[in-house]
């Protein structure tokens, strides 16, 4: 054993564990509206014949059709043109083949179409109008994802000159109006260009289902569906389908799922990161905590979740800037079980709708 693999197993000791409760297994972000998701999924493995790619649709396709949250799916998330796009990715822990879609428009169905990457090409990823194509190809239909509450929201946004939103060093100034807006000449060694670059503390609007499933037969699969973050850019992609940032999934060893501020997450692809600590020995709880504590060090004021589980469905979570929760099933429960995980970094309590 190396000194590290070690030190990792000392530490795995000293930290509570969450113990498998057998195969099959479900596990995914969020507790609340999300454990819909959970209980579709693990019911769906009770047919020996779904595969765990098969639960991770079930379970992530029942979030974007009842928006669990607001988060996922339409109706959410709208962008500065008050249009809703989707981000969506789904991984074979067996082939390590992922499928994904990002910014997906007027198609509701994100996660299926991922699956379509998936299973009916050798890409990994489709984005934007094209990937609307490739969905009406293979028979998606199209679809409006703006509701009537998010039209109504999106006109508040606007009367209130376009706040919050994601622009910096343009003018008019972002902070009191709306664009269009100009790019202002930046000096990068100043230190008012490092001020920009620090993400606002207000920007946490959004979240994700991200899921794990092990087939009873251990097979394991993962995915991600959201609808990203609300005023961003049009044009904007976040982790979501990112593989190793929204989620990840490695058969022989376990797999991880992110939600949180994916701006910034998906610069560090914590769910790649934390299962390779599980790789190195690490429990899964620490493993997580790992993950989260590398983008603390840079960005200690975003909001961060992540669920790791390993190939025997002991799990943990770790989050930063909000009270992260998760959900889980397996084994023989009569119902989805809801893990509370205490922020790492206490600065930023307030979870948004
Ligand atoms: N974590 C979802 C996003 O930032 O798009």
Not at 49 to 76: H, K, M, P, Y
Not at 189 to 204: E, F, H, L, V
Request: proline share 5%.
């Amino acid at each position: 054993m190396t000194r590290t693999a070690a030190i990792a197993g000392l530490l795995a000791l000293s930290l509570p564990a969450q113990a498998s409760s057998g195969l099959p297994f479900i596990i995914n972000t969020w507790g609340g509206p999300f454990t819909a998701a959970t209980d579709a999924a693990y019911l769906s493995l009770q047919n020996p014949a779904t595969s765990a790619l098969d639960a991770v649709q079930v379970g992530c396709s029942t979030c974007e059709r009842n928006q669990c949250d607001g988060s996922v799916g339409f109706g959410g998330s709208p962008d500065e043109n008050c249009e809703t796009t989707l981000d969506a990715m789904i991984m074979d822990g067996t082939t390590m083949k992922s499928g994904a879609v990002a910014g997906l428009r007027r198609i509701k169905d994100a996660i299926a179409v991922a699956r379509y990457v998936l299973e009916y090409t050798t890409h990994t990823l489709l984005a934007g109008d094209l990937a609307t194509q490739f969905a009406v190809s293979n028979g998606f239909p199209l679809s409006n994802l703006t509701t009537a509450e998010q039209a109504a929201r999106c006109t508040a946004w606007r009367e209130d000159n376009c706040q919050p939103n994601y622009r910096i060093n343009v003018t008019p100034d972002p902070k009191s109006s709306c664009g269009p807006y100009t790019g202002t000449a930046l000096n990068s060694t100043s230190p008012a260009y490092k001020r920009a670059i620090t993400p606002d503390a207000s920007q946490t609007s959004h979240d994700t289902i991200s899921m794990i499933a092990i087939h009873a037969s251990g097979i394991m699969a993962a995915g991600t569906s959201t609808n990203g973050a609300t005023w961003k850019v049009p044009g904007r992609v976040g982790d979501g389908p990112i593989t190793g940032s929204g989620s990840y999934v490695d058969g022989d060893i376990g797999g991880c799922g992110a939600t949180g501020d994916g701006d910034i997450m998906m610069r560090f692809l914590p769910c790649y990161q934390a299962v390779e600590n599980l790789r190195q020995g690490m429990s899964p709880k620490l493993a997580a905590e790992d993950a989260v504590k590398r983008i603390l060090r840079k960005y200690p004021e975003g909001s961060y979740g992540i669920v790791v589980v390993d190939k025997y469905g002991e799990h943990g979570g770790a989050g930063s800037g909000w009270t992260f929760t998760y959900a889980f099933r397996g084994g023989s429960m009569n119902a989805t079980e809801v893990v509370s995980v205490p922020p790492l970094n206490e600065t930023r309590l307030v979870m948004q709708a």
